[in-house]
């Protein structure tokens, strides 16, 4: 089965400042998805960022890149000129490329706090 | 489009109670999955359906029941409410598998069993 980990249960950066979340992850597959996911106070699940596995280029969304490190099953997620709006709790989550559904492992997640 | 929808919003049950969740979603989606969530634990995976008459069971099923009768629907019942099943739940669904069939959330319910 494969497991998700954030190791990092609450962050905090100055606004406009960069600050990288962590994500580590175990799977005995070789082609597979990762994601980042948002969830601000209103509880709602909002997609950040996504990676294919078999991609060696890490993805990037405006503000946000990942550092996607296949080998070492590390999954970092970056953001730049941090925002207010950006206070939230953050969720990497690992899904399998097989067609069983699709399903997601989320890690524990970190809270992260953007200080004015 | 309403998306997923999920209710009710908040709801408080006595332990042994039953109830269903209700989640419904108008995108024609294929795959749609029940979580919940609990503090320090992420989204855990309870149930699954790869289309209407087919589902099969997640990280924690026990205590829960489901059914996808139509692609629409996909009811989460919980049989005998506990203590332990005070979480907030989530319905997805998704059109595909692949990496750009994105998955939509439900606004979620909070449940608390007392």
């Known amino acids: 089965a494969q497991t998700v980990t954030q190791s990092q249960p609450e962050m905090s950066v100055q606004e406009a400042e960069t600050v990288t979340l962590s994500c580590t992850y175990d799977t005995s597959e070789s082609d597979y998805y990762l994601f980042w996911y948002k969830q601000p106070p209103s509880r709602q699940m909002i997609l950040v960022i996504r990676q294919e596995a078999y991609k060696q280029q890490n993805a990037t969304e405006n503000r946000f890149s990942v550092n996607f490190q296949k080998a070492a099953k590390s999954f970092s997620l970056k953001i730049s000129d ?11 989550a690992y899904r399998t490329s097989l067609t069983s559904g699709s399903r997601l492992t989320f890690g524990e997640g970190t809270q992260l706090t953007v200080n004015p | 489009n309403a998306g997923v929808t999920q209710t009710p919003k908040f709801q408080v049950l006595k332990t042994g109670q039953s ?38 069971q997640g990280e924690v099923p026990n205590g829960y029941n489901v ?15 506990a203590p332990s099943q005070t979480s907030v739940y989530f319905c997805a669904s998704s059109y595909g598998t692949g990496v750009y069939y994105e998955q939509y959330f439900g606004p979620g319910t909070r449940l608390t069993v007392t």
């Open chain 1, 82 to 92: 941090s925002q207010l709006g950006d206070a939230a709790m953050y969720f990497c």
């Open chain 2, 19 to 56: 109830m269903t969740l209700q989640c419904a979603q108008d995108m024609n989606h294929e795959y749609m999955s029940w979580y919940r969530q609990d503090p320090g634990m992420g989204l855990r995976l309870i149930h699954y359906s790869v289309g209407a008459g087919i589902t099969d």
């Open chain 2, 67 to 81: 059914s996808r009768s139509t692609t629409e629907d996909f009811p989460l019942r919980l049989l005998s409410a």
